[in-house]
């Protein structure tokens, strides 16, 4: 089992930035795809970006490309997922996500609300 555990959210105005957290613990041997998702209200979950851990080049949203950038530190076992230049199109709650097929695991997600 992986537990994932997310932080970071919160208010912020557009324009401004954030950075989420993602810690793993459990049996992480093997993970090898990291990633966030975010769902808004009466929306489906949509991926943000993704990478995978050896050798792969990040994968982002097209709404997102040049504004957030994903981020991996093995050492603290925590993706990041830095988010700048926010618009009010990118509240949502921001999920983690980590897997090696079949396993798939979900943290329990961060609100991120971008308003005046």
């Known amino acids: 089992q992986v537990t994932l555990v997310e932080s970071g959210g919160g208010l912020v105005q557009p324009g401004g930035s954030l950075r989420l957290s993602c810690v793993a613990s459990g049996r992480i041997f093997g993970i090898d795809r990291w990633g966030w998702y975010r769902q808004a209200p009466g929306n489906q979950r949509e991926l943000v970006a993704a990478?995978?851990?050896?050798?792969?080049?990040?994968t982002y949203a097209d709404s997102v490309k040049g504004r957030f950038t994903i981020a991996r530190d093995n050492a603290k076992n925590t993706v990041y997922l830095k988010m700048d230049n926010l618009k009010p199109e990118d509240t949502a709650v921001y999920y983690c996500?980590?897997?090696?097929?079949?396993?798939?695991?979900w943290g329990q997600g961060t609100q991120v609300t971008v308003s005046f």
């Open positions: 990478v995978i851990s050896i050798g792969g080049s990040p």
């Open positions: 996500n980590a897997g090696s097929f079949p396993r798939e695991y």
